[in-house]
């Protein structure tokens, strides 16, 4: 663990009013995000989300809240990385999904038996998104064959031991920066509570992202055609699969919500194929269901938080994801 000094004007402030089309699920979206929050790094309060942030080397916090009876969320950025305010709101939107067009989807998803009682119970309901895409993958892999409250404090310990304090940072739950892909590489994470081979695919994928052999990140252009951004997709995902340890869970995973890919589908998700099989015996295994699944493209990542959501609100908890 090393430790950060505070940069200068930690008392700059700028605020981004984000508009999106409702309606919005706001209190899931939060429930999701606290369940899965990187301890020390992220975390869900008094109905906000905040995180420590950087951005074109500037530090800072970010703290995400929707006003009542407002169409909008609004992003309060402070430190020095509130100068580059106008840049975030696009990563912001894009975490926060606020780009959706919830009258499109939910109609589509309603057409369907098995969702339109979902849809009716949830409408509006988003797919959280990720601020990093390398954190995003580094949860994924720690949550392989374990639950979600495991993988969170797997996760805490990973930023604890391989992440940096940053002294003076004004909101103790999130005065941590996330270990960064070299760090993570070389790190010792010996008794860190993952088999052997899962810390190894871990450490793989941070040393890929490193030395730039692998690039995970969504880029924001505003001239990408839908026909390019399903090429970065596809190549994005060939890049993942081609390391060890990482299957096609953990890469639908990763494009639902750090890429935006609507169409994204984890198949063999435990939680999905459950769900899937309730509602139809004859459906188990994940070949079995394609068809039945392939009936709510092009917006199947919805499809996916709707039937998670269905047993987080049956459980009370973050289930699901």
Wanted: aromatic share 8%; net charge positive.
């Amino acid at each position: 663990m090393s430790t950060v000094q505070p940069d200068r004007d930690t008392t700059a402030v700028a605020t981004l009013e984000l508009p999106f089309r409702a309606p919005y699920d706001w209190p899931r979206v939060l429930r999701f995000f606290a369940g899965r929050a990187t301890p020390g790094v992220e975390t869900v309060e008094d109905g906000s989300y905040r995180r420590a942030i950087e951005w074109n080397g500037a530090s800072g916090t970010l703290c995400v809240s929707r006003p009542p009876r407002r169409r909008c969320l609004v992003a309060t950025i402070e430190g020095p990385v509130s100068a580059h305010a106008q840049q975030l709101a696009a990563p912001v939107a894009r975490m926060f999904d606020l780009n959706a067009n919830p009258a499109a989807i939910d109609a589509h998803l309603a057409d369907d038996a098995w969702l339109a009682p979902l849809v009716a119970a949830a409408p509006g309901l988003r797919v959280p998104g990720a601020w990093s895409a390398f954190e995003l993958v580094v949860r994924a892999i720690v949550g392989q064959q374990v639950s979600v409250k495991a993988a969170t404090t797997i996760i805490g310990r990973l930023v604890q031991r391989v992440g940096e304090r940053i002294d003076g940072h004004p909101h103790a739950s999130t005065a941590w920066r996330f270990p960064t892909p070299a760090a993570l590489a070389s790190a010792d994470l010996a008794a860190i509570g993952m088999p052997g081979k899962r810390v190894a695919a871990l450490q793989g994928f941070a040393a890929a992202v490193a030395s730039g052999a692998v690039a995970i990140e969504l880029t924001d252009d505003a001239n990408a055609t839908a026909s390019s951004r399903a090429n970065d997709f596809d190549a994005m995902r060939a890049a993942l699969l081609a390391l060890p340890g990482i299957g096609p869970w953990t890469v639908e995973y990763v494009a639902m919500r750090a890429w935006r890919d609507a169409n994204a589908w984890p198949a063999t998700d435990l939680v999905l194929m459950q769900a899937i099989a309730a509602r139809d015996p004859a459906l188990v295994r994940a070949t079995q269901q394609r068809t039945r699944t392939d009936a709510w493209r092009p917006w199947r990542a919805y499809a996916a938080m709707h039937l998670w959501n269905e047993i987080a609100d049956r459980a009370g908890a973050a289930r699901g994801g």
